[in-house]
């Protein structure tokens, strides 16, 4: 049976010492370091290729099927398709690669996502800047995490990633939307665009 928390929480000062190599993260051109797909509530499928669509996500995930307390019906978020966090986030979390996809997010990127770099609608470009393979874009939708991100990594790596400075870092990462659809894989560059 999969392991379903990692073996040692990180403790704050840990966490706190961490910031710097977080804040050395690219801030203008990254690189999509782990595309994980979500088909039923725990469950996580590692792929060496994802498929963006502006009407479903990330092909196979369950975000159209989950629906959102944030919609006045209850259906999916059209601005909560993709769940990404920060890759150095997370490995530093987990400690171990195989450990990482339990955070639940889709995308996993070696790039600054902080408020500062990245202000909401940014576009994010993956492949060639001139002729991406696919588009998402940045909203305005809080990623802020639950429970189980508490019961995987720990009470103070929660209190971490979403007090004063994890927030504004978004070290629990933010929410997107698909824009261009098309195929992702890691190891793609991921390029910058701001809104003007």
């Not at 190599?21 to 370091?33: E, N, S, V």
Request: overall charge negative.
């Amino acid at each position: 049976m999969a392991p379903t928390r990692c073996a040692r929480y990180r403790t704050t000062d840990e966490l706190l010492d961490f910031v710097a190599i977080l804040d050395a993260a690219p801030k203008d051109t990254g690189t999509l370091k782990l595309v994980v797909r979500r088909p039923t509530v725990g469950e996580r499928e590692v792929l060496d290729v994802g498929r963006l669509d502006p009407a479903y996500g990330l092909h196979g995930d369950s975000w159209i099927s989950r629906g959102s307390k944030r919609t006045p019906d209850g259906s999916s978020h059209p601005d909560m398709q993709l769940n990404v966090m920060s890759h150095r986030m997370v490995a530093f979390l987990a400690d171990d690669p195989t450990l990482e996809p339990l955070a639940g997010d889709q995308l996993y990127l070696d790039l600054d996502l902080s408020e500062a770099n990245l202000p909401e609608w940014t576009y994010l470009s993956f492949g060639e800047p001139d002729a991406p393979s696919a588009v998402i874009q940045v909203t305005d939708q809080p990623h802020t995490g639950c429970a189980k991100f508490i019961e995987r990594f720990g009470e103070e790596a929660m209190r971490f990633v979403n007090g004063r400075t994890g927030r504004p870092r978004r070290l629990r990462g933010l929410n997107a939307r698909v824009v261009q659809p098309g195929e992702i894989r890691p190891g793609d560059r991921v390029t910058v665009r701001r809104p003007d």
